[in-house]
């Protein structure tokens, strides 16, 4: 993540220091600084002139998060007609939508839905997983195998 600093301070500084809160700092008055890792990262700028020096810290003021990747199981992935299942979210990034495809032409964006499939046959199943980051998408290709009630 780039982020554009600016420094706003008043009484005309001639020298500046950022903190940027993961182990680097800058001299520059107005920096841009890429913050590569997730986290959530404390700033802090030091500005001197003839008259004195002044710090202003902004506490968990960056929040940087990585792109979710989706994953999940379901529970049962085969059995006769009507078949329920129940899927269960298993992505990592912390995802705050869900857009599921059960592969019958039925969809939903619970976190962890159930479905019915009422028709005999082999779904592939898709999850897109997203958050402020981005988005990931996991296909389980004929992962639901229902069949036929034979008497």
Known sequence: LNVKFTDTSTGTPTTWKWDFGDGT????????HKYSKAGVYTVSLTVKNAVGTNTVTKTDYIKVTEKPVAEFSASPTSGKMPLTVAFTDKSTGTPTKWKWNFGDGTTSTQQNPKHKYSKAGNYTVTLTAT?????STTTKTDYIKVTTNTK
Do not use: K, R, V
Request: hydrophobic letters at 25%.
């Open 131 to 135: 958050n402020a980051a981005g988005s």
């Open 25 to 32: 700092s800058s001299i520059q008055q107005s920096p841009t």
